[in-house]
Nanobody, 127 residues
Framework: QAQLVESGGGLVQPGGSLRLSCTAS????????IGWFRQAPGKEREGVSC????????NYADSVKERFTISRDNAKNTVYLQMNSLKPEDTAIYYC????????????????????WGQGTQVTVSS
């Protein structure tokens, strides 16, 4: 059974860092683009970052550029999201998702294109 599991969320102070992991089971990520999406309370889910199957192409939402870095280790069947300089507005449930093929359209990570989703991990940025 294909499954994605996120981990690494938690409570962190403003300015702190977290690294999220997205690990696949039941299928190999080699041919899949991976996206990270987030949903804050009372807001719509939004794209944060996505990466192509080979890792050569990455995309970021303007709100996280220069602070977040997406990477992947296909040998470990895992994709990471390194989050630095965290702000209270980064507080949300973070989801990873997978799709075969390209990661983004016009440099945007479109969640409707992603087929497989994890259950999410909570990130809270607060003092």
């Amino acid at each position: 059974q294909a499954q994605l599991v996120e981990s690494g969320g938690g409570l962190v102070q403003p300015g702190g860092s977290l690294r999220l992991s997205c690990t696949a089971s039941g299928f190999t990520l080699d041919y899949y683009a991976i996206g990270w999406f987030r949903q804050a309370p009372g807001k719509e889910r939004e794209g944060v970052s996505c990466i192509s199957p080979g890792g050569g192409s990455t995309n970021y939402a303007d709100s996280v550029k220069e602070r977040f870095t997406i990477s992947r280790d296909n040998a470990k069947n895992t994709v990471y999201l390194q989050m630095n300089s965290l702000k209270p507005e980064d507080t949300a449930i973070y989801y990873c998702a997978a799709r075969r093929g390209i990661a983004a359209v016009q440099n945007k990570c479109i969640m409707e294109l992603y087929n497989y989703w994890g259950q999410g991990t909570q990130v809270t940025v607060s003092s």
